[in-house]
């Protein structure tokens, strides 16, 4: 059934299942506390860093950040699409999932993708047997013998040939015109000006790219010669979207139980090739950079990415490109790693040279991020002058305010603070325009202590608390204070004051996909250091504050206007009020 899942069911399906459930029914879970805890599943770990809240409803990873709702994680864990995950939920209830009416449009997109994926899945079917049965086929098959890969290998790749000719696939789709358009708008098939229509892929070695759940979605190609181009990927269609995907983590997942770190390599042949060689933990991109949705993806796996290029120039300039796309998503905890090939090398030719065991020490021996970093800004300059090393600062001052606020852009600010020979205070004032970094191994406040944004607190606060709204009835006093997150905090309280029972995990699911659902993640996965019994004053000081603040900057706003032009009779009457509230006078 197709159509839009309503939201109200989506909050009863959360209101009805217990996350504890849900999660220790796929891994087990200990009692910690209050919480729950285990081995994060979504990366390697000998420490329990997973854990659960039964009160919030939501779980959260301090090693690699996986968080969420029950949703959320039958989502990662199980590989499944938003309205699968409830579906399975539902399931689980004996419920039935609702459809909104007047959905036909989205129904129609949904049956449309579910026969692009049926009609990929033929093609695949049809490249394989070719591979196998082809008249030219052997020509495939020595050119994969000739690159040492071995028929086990190319089975668990999936990989097929496209034969020669300009109509091959055409014809196995056969009189089929609705197969025939959705060929055309995957890209299998290509309709020139005159209207006639021909295959994409000719004559070329053929590698199925598979999504998250193992389903192809489109396909690289690869000439059996010298022509060019020498690979062709499936263009944009409305499942696969080269920025997104990597070729070879399906394949990677299914083969290592629990992955300690990917290694980014160039191109598909690599990939197979290094498999065939026993090291499984290789994907590559899809003839693009490395794109911040890799990468986000790369980082749910595991906490270690090595990004293997060629040692020339034009290799350390992709080298460049990558780690500057890396550096805004450097949370704690992940890590990011170069590995420089040797001149004339590839993947390929270098394990087969020197072996599988070595191979792996050179990539857990690569180059770490920061050291790439510092290496390449300081052959720029001369810092044994005081112009050089003001000038180093200059060139990492726009990469370094990309980092997110983390103990690792404090120690990338410390080490550049040796280089230049300015203080990590004084650095990080130039830098970020206030004092930071906290020094390395202080602690810094957290929600809940003085000096906090009295914003922050109070939306941490309800995300671990939701009752505490009914301290406040909208309209709240401080709509339109001018304070980053005020929206957002109105927008919770007028929700929990039409129902205060929603857990965190309800919350989060109505902000899914949006940067508020980011914000809100990482607020709710940190530990409050104040006592439950004191959360309530807590909330009501952090709103109380906030209405002192919206008073203050409204009488700013009145008695600037009134230095420069009248107030009108209403203006005089709320300035005289707003006044005597900040100045209330004896007795």
């Not at 690289?220 to 979207?241: A, C």
């Not at 920025?243 to 394949?251: D, P, R, V």
């Amino acid at each position: 059934m197709s159509g839009r899942i309503p939201q109200s069911f989506i909050d009863e399906i959360l209101n009805r299942v217990d996350i504890v459930e849900v999660i220790d029914a796929r891994v087990p879970l200990k009692k910690a506390g209050r919480e729950y805890q285990a081995c994060c599943p979504f990366h390697n770990e000998k420490t329990p860093s997973f854990t659960v809240s039964p009160g919030k409803q939501f779980y959260h990873c301090f090693g690699c950040g996986a968080h969420g709702s029950a949703i959320g994680f039958l989502m990662d864990y199980e590989h499944l699409e938003f309205p699968e995950a409830i579906e399975e939920l539902a399931r689980s209830l004996g419920l039935e999932v609702p459809r909104e009416a007047g959905a036909a449009k989205p129904a129609q997109r949904g049956e449309r993708r579910d026969d692009h994926f049926s009609l990929l899945e033929r093609a695949d079917r049809f490249y394989r047997t070719q591979l196998r049965e082809h008249a030219q086929a052997a020509r495939a098959v020595d050119y994969l013998k000739n690159r040492g890969l071995s028929g086990e290998i190319a089975a668990r790749f999936g990989l097929g040939y496209a034969p020669p000719g300009w109509d091959a696939l055409l014809n196995h789709l056969g009189s089929d015109t609705h197969a025939q358009t959705l060929a055309l708008e995957l890209g299998l098939l290509v309709r020139r000006d005159d209207g006639r229509v021909y295959d994409r892929f000719r004559d070329r070695i053929m590698f199925p790219i598979r999504d998250r759940r193992g389903r192809t979605i489109g396909f690289g190609g690869r000439v059996l010669g010298d022509e060019k181009p020498k690979y062709m990927n499936s263009p944009e269609s409305p499942v696969f979207h080269k920025g997104q995907e990597l070729y070879g983590l399906f394949e990677a997942r299914k083969a290592n139980q629990k992955l300690e770190r990917l290694l980014v390599v160039e191109g598909y042949m690599d990939v197979v090739a290094l498999a065939q060689f026993g090291l499984s933990n290789a994907v590559a991109t899809l003839g693009t950079a490395t794109t911040p949705e890799h990468l986000e993806r790369l980082y749910r796996v595991v906490h270690e990415v090595v990004f293997c290029f060629d040692g020339d120039a034009a290799g350390r300039r992709a080298a460049w490109r990558a780690l500057e796309n890396v550096l805004p998503i450097m949370r704690d905890g992940r890590e990011a790693r170069f590995l420089f090939l040797p001149e004339g090398e590839d993947p390929d030719s270098l394990i087969r040279r020197i072996g599988c065991e070595a191979f792996q020490k050179q990539t857990a021996d690569s180059i770490p991020l920061s050291q790439f970093f510092f290496e390449s800004l300081a052959q720029q300059v001369d810092t044994r002058s005081v112009d050089g090393r003001a000038h180093l600062v200059e060139l990492a001052r726009p990469l370094l305010q990309k980092l997110p606020d983390s103990v690792f852009r404090d120690l990338m600010l410390e080490r550049l603070a040796d280089l230049s020979g300015l203080g990590p205070e004084k650095l990080a004032q130039r830098l970020f325009g206030k004092r930071e970094p906290t020094p390395t191994g202080a602690v810094k406040a957290r929600p809940g202590e003085s000096g906090r944004s009295p914003v922050r607190s109070a939306i941490r606060l309800l995300l671990e608390q939701p009752q505490l709204s009914r301290w406040v009835t909208p309209p709240t006093g401080f709509e339109d204070l001018e304070l980053p997150g005020v929206g957002l905090l109105n927008e919770l309280l007028e929700m929990l004051w039409h129902d205060p029972h929603l857990s965190a995990g309800h919350l989060l699911e109505h902000w899914r996909g949006k940067p508020e659902g980011q914000h809100l993640a990482r607020l709710a996965s940190l530990p409050l250091v104040i006592p439950e019994t004191g959360y309530e004053k807590e909330f009501r000081d952090a709103i109380q504050r906030l209405v002192e603040q919206r008073t203050a900057q409204r009488t700013e706003q009145l008695l600037f206007k009134d230095r420069r032009q009248a107030l009108s009779e209403s203006e005089k009457s709320e300035l005289k009020q707003l006044l005597a509230m900040r100045h209330p006078g004896p007795g």
